[in-house]
């Protein structure tokens, strides 16, 4: 049985989607619903049972974990790909309880039962790429963060490397990822979703403006990785346990926001009109202007499948998605 908590978000749900194409569906879904219509992106999906983030939780504090396994089955592995991933987020006391200790009880339960562990990292760790964008073990304890979200996730990075799960998990520098099932995220959804609703509305899109000399307006650049890739690299460590440490999971080159503005322009049929405003002041001193991951060690560990390009991803989420209403698995 596989474990995937955040099972019902963006990354989560598309994870739990290639499983199901890849003839999985003894799955355990572990999210927090809430308000939010997550709830949308679980109905196309096949999996065995759900269970909500604090009952999950609550269950690894009473040891009980494998008493929700049905009998006969052993748990192969848990995804963990839930906590708060807002990076504008200010109580560090809940980013500390959600994306640290929940991490690193949930880790400890994994490897008690030998089952594979694969948890979720960030590109925000690297904060404003002083140190490059290798995803080194070694080079863990050099990153600085430029907020408390990606100081939450390097908590944990560093906690694994310090005490050796390092050697044994595998933890994942997820970059700018999007697509289909981000609808719940607010004001973390992708530019491109943002993107088509403001252009379908007013005709045109706000981009910010550059406040560094070195770049132009709406050319400040992101590593965009299509979440249907990103999934599929995600469950290449599932596939191969005997490679563990930190990877980065991105494109693995840079696209500028104009770039990717005219690919959803291009995708609805529409003619490019962008206006650039200023950014506000709260976020200049914290603003990453350039990430791009190095994805040479991935690749040495076996994965070979080439990257959707942004054009083609771009007009996949907006065409066979955002257009007709659809999540995937519909």
């Not at 200790?101 to 760790?125: C, G, H, M, Q, V």
């Not at 290798?134 to 979200?149: K, T």
């Not at 607010?186 to 252009?199: N, P």
Request: charged share 25%; net charge neutral.
């Amino acid at each position: 049985m596989i474990v995937v908590t955040g099972g019902a978000g963006l990354i989560g749900s598309a994870v739990v989607h290639r499983l199901n194409r890849l003839g999985r569906e003894d799955i355990l879904i572990v999210d927090h619903l809430g308000h939010t219509d997550k709830w949308r992106n679980l109905s196309p999906l096949r999996f065995m049972d759900y269970l909500e983030k604090d009952a999950f939780e609550q269950m690894l504090d009473n040891g009980s974990l494998a008493g929700r396994l049905p009998a006969g089955q052993k748990l192969d592995a848990v995804i963990h790909l839930g906590a708060c991933s807002a990076t504008t987020e200010p109580d560090a006391t809940y980013l500390i309880r959600n994306n640290f200790e929940y991490s690193r009880k949930l880790t400890l339960a994994a490897l008690a039962a030998d089952a594979r562990f694969i948890y979720a990292s960030s590109a925000a760790t690297y904060g404003d790429g002083e140190h490059g964008f290798v995803d080194e073990d070694s080079q863990l304890p050099q990153l600085r963060p430029m907020n408390m979200y990606g100081y939450s996730k390097q908590l944990f990075d560093l906690w694994a490397l310090r005490h050796g799960a390092l050697d044994k998990i595998v933890g994942i520098k997820y970059f700018n990822v999007y697509g289909p099932n981000e609808q719940h995220k607010c004001e973390m959804r992708s530019l491109v979703l943002k993107a088509y609703e403001q252009i379908g509305a007013t005709g045109k899109l706000k981009l910010f403006k550059s406040h560094r000399p070195e770049y132009g307006d709406g050319e400040q650049l992101r590593d965009f990785v299509y979440v249907k890739d990103a999934a599929a690299m995600t469950l290449h460590f599932l596939q191969n346990k005997n490679v563990s440490g930190i990877f980065n999971v991105g494109g693995g080159t840079t696209v500028s926001w104009n770039r990717l503005a005219r690919a959803v322009f291009n995708a609805m049929e529409k003619t490019v009109n962008i206006e650039y405003i200023d950014m506000p002041e709260s976020i200049r001193n914290t603003y990453q202007y350039l990430t791009c991951a190095d994805t040479s060690k991935i690749h040495a560990a076996g994965y070979s499948e080439t990257v959707i390009p942004v054009e083609e991803a771009v007009s996949d989420y907006i065409r066979n998605y955002l257009v007709p209403g659809k999540r995937l698995g519909d």
